[in-house]
């Protein structure tokens, strides 16, 4: 099958092995490689496509643990309001801090020297029915200044 591209909204937090994702796919009907895709399936590219409004929370641990499922009750203001708050705890006035998106996704983050790197413990619980169980992952310190101008970019993409 052709590859197809996805556009939306996304927020990446953590390293190329280690993550976690909140995005919103997007797929554009009119697109060439998702009409050969939708054609090899079956079915129209508008179907194929999808409403493209259903957030999803993805992450990986170290390229071999990674998973996902769909959060269909959230919308673009709470991802938006997660951001915002993430955005303003990144400042440290406060030290260490916890910024939670609902009842699935917990950040608890850890400052380096200077307030300069941060790296975070994810707790990432499921709704009811999904697999897996609860797990946490630990994101490696980062530099403050990266995940601000990707949170900007991110606030800037549901706009």
């Not at 590859?3 to 909140?22: H, K, Q, R, S």
């Not at 996902?68 to 955005?87: C, K, N, Q, T």
């Not at 609902?102 to 983050?109: I, K, M």
Request: hydrophobic share 45%; proline share 11%.
């Amino acid at each position: 099958m052709s590859p197809v591209a996805m556009g939306g909204p996304a927020l990446f937090i953590g390293t190329d092995t280690t993550y976690v994702a909140l995005v919103r796919p997007g797929l554009d009907p009119a697109d060439p490689d998702v009409r050969l895709a939708a054609e090899q399936a079956g079915v129209s590219a508008e179907e194929f496509a999808g409403p493209g409004n259903v957030w999803a929370l993805m992450w990986d641990q170290d390229s071999d643990e990674g998973g996902g499922f769909e959060l269909p009750g959230l919308r673009d203001a709470e991802a938006e309001d997660f951001a915002d708050r993430l955005l303003a705890e990144l400042s440290f006035e406060t030290g260490p801090f916890i910024v939670a998106a609902g009842e699935v996704l917990r950040l608890q983050a850890r400052p380096g020297p200077g307030g300069e790197a941060c790296g975070f413990q994810v707790h990432i619980t499921p709704p009811e029915g999904e697999e897996p169980a609860p797990l946490t992952l630990e994101i490696p310190p980062a530099p403050v200044a990266a995940l601000r101008a990707d949170l900007e970019d991110f606030r800037r993409s549901l706009a």
